[in-house]
T-cell receptor
Framework: DAGVIQSPRHEVTEMGQEVTLRCKPI?????LFWYRQTMMRGLELLIY????????DSGMPEDRFSAKMPNASFSTLKIQPSEPRDSAVYFC????????????FGPGTRLTVL | AQSVSQHNHHVILSEAASLELGCNYS??????LFWYVQYPGQHLQLLLK??????LVKGIKGFEAEFIKSKFSFNLRKPSVQWSDTAEYFC???????????FGTGTRLTIIP
């Protein structure tokens, strides 16, 4: 398996622009997670899905952030409008159903908002 | 709510030194515990995990961790580090019912050749 795939790997945009990050989980995994990593706050869970349904979005910073999972093999995290404080590395992870399972992380998208 | 504390923010060691990174969590129920490693410029990879059974867990690359329930700790150890162990190490705890992972702030490990 190719692992969790994220695109783009790097994104540079200007403040106010819309940004869309994409994730393809490992085939057969039931859970998908979006994390944000910054120097100041470390790794934060933003939202996670189970069988394409959002379960917990309490980590989403504000209404500018939205996430969707239209099917089992694709998810997006959108920021509109983007702000410089959104600059971070965004990781997607996936795992099998509940049980003795670990989360597998993608390579991340490094977002820079100027 | 769960929380994870990693008190060592940056550790610098010489090659062949022994390593112990601290991890404490706060949660009253059953937990799953993990250590992840992030090598420079790479994504997180699992080093080891504890779900139940033997509290001494062996992981990849010679790492091990010991779950001490009475101390709410899950410290990571390696008897002899190598330069290639330079990375950031994250402890994480999961409520097995909620599936949600909570990470510590990470410990940066620098190994001097």
């Amino acid at each position: 398996d190719a692992g969790v795939i994220q695109s783009p790997r790097h994104e540079v945009t200007e403040m106010g622009q819309e940004v869309t990050l994409r994730c393809k989980p490992i085939s057969g995994h039931d859970y998908l997670f979006w994390y944000r990593q910054t120097m100041m706050r470390g790794l934060e869970l933003l939202i996670y899905f189970n069988n394409n349904v959002p379960i917990d979005d309490s980590g989403m910073p504000e209404d500018r952030f939205s996430a969707k999972m239209p099917n089992a093999s694709f998810s997006t995290l959108k920021i509109q409008p983007s702000e410089p404080r959104d600059s971070a590395v965004y990781f997607c992870a996936s795992s099998l159903a509940q049980g003795y399972n670990e989360q597998f992380f993608g390579p991340g998208t490094r977002l820079t908002v100027l | 709510a769960q929380s994870v504390s990693q008190h060592n923010h940056h550790v610098i060691l010489s090659e062949a030194a022994s390593l112990e990174l601290g991890c404490n969590y706060s949660y009253g129920g059953t937990v799953n515990l993990f250590w992840y490693v992030q090598y420079p410029g790479q994504h997180l990879q699992l080093l080891l995990k504890y779900f139940s059974g033997d509290p001494l867990v062996k992981g990849i690359k010679g790492f091990e961790a010991e779950f001490i329930k009475s101390k709410f700790s899950f410290n990571l150890r390696k008897p002899s580090v190598q330069w290639s162990d330079t990375a950031e190490y994250f402890c994480a705890v999961r409520d097995p019912v909620r599936e949600k992972l909570t990470f510590g702030t990470g410990t940066r490990l620098t190994i001097i050749p």
